[in-house]
């Protein structure tokens, strides 16, 4: 009999991958803490672009890209997993990392003025620190645990580091801001003074790169109720 008129077809082709297989090579040797290390994917290549990638720490997705660059905040054992999807199907595989911890460098000084002794306070927490880095940003370093006070001689800000060394191998580093100021140009001025009658002061003093913020007046007045002032006038 004749075929249905009604009846038709195509033809197409399909493609039929073999399931992923996820593997990964991870770091080698010493790795500490806040130091970036890179996860590198070995998973074949072979899905023309279908494949895509999620890799977790603990459980908590923290990239898609192929391979993972990483910084782990703390020392100590993290479960680094690799997940590989193409359309219908994936797979996945995990390693058990271990990330030493290094010191966590910090340390305190205040700003203050040209002329004035900078003291830095070193405040690093950590075991078996073996070495102590510090520029202070003018030309000046220092290897002691607690440098010895010192002075800029220009104004201006500082950016001070601080690298630590553990006995295992960790370097890391912390880099702080420091302002140094001009000192006040301290000047005055005031009415004609006459025995008996209240004495306007007006401050005339200047600073260029900060505010004045406070105030010392000494009138070497033995008989006044008060030979001192803090308000600015």
């Known amino acids: 009999t ?117 003291d830095f306070t070193n405040t690093t927490t950590g075991d078996n620190i073996i070495s102590y880095e510090w520029d202070f940003d003018n030309g000046f370093m220092s290897s002691s645990e607690n440098p010895a006070p010192f002075e800029y001689e220009t104004p201006g800000t500082y950016n001070v580091t601080l690298t630590t060394e553990n006995a295992a191998g960790c370097i890391t580093s912390i880099i702080k801001s420091l302002t140094v100021y001009d000192p006040p140009v301290v000047n005055f001025t005031n009415d004609l ?20 913020e406070s105030w010392l007046w000494l009138f070497d007045d033995p008989n006044a109720t008060s030979s001192t002032s803090t308000d600015e006038n």
């Not at 690799?82 to 000084?109: A, H, K, R």
């Open 2 to 118: 004749d075929a249905d008129p009604c009846d038709n077809f195509t033809v197409g082709t399909i493609t039929i991958y073999e399931d992923p297989v996820s593997t990964f090579d991870a770091p080698t040797g010493v790795v500490c803490n806040n130091q970036q290390v890179t996860f590198i994917n070995t998973t074949p290549n072979n899905f023309e672009g279908n494949e895509s990638f999620e890799w977790q720490v603990d459980g908590v997705t923290v990239s898609t890209a192929r391979d993972l660059d990483y910084e782990f905040l703390t020392g100590g054992t993290f479960q680094v997993k690799l997940i590989t999807s193409i359309p219908g199907c994936s797979d996945e595989t995990q390693q058990i990392f271990n990330v030493t911890e290094g010191p966590s460098p910090d340390f305190t000084v205040s700003d203050a003025c040209v002329g004035t002794l900078f």
């Open 193 to 212: 003074a006459c025995e008996l009658s209240p004495t306007q002061f007006t401050d005339a003093s200047d600073v260029e790169n900060a505010n004045i």
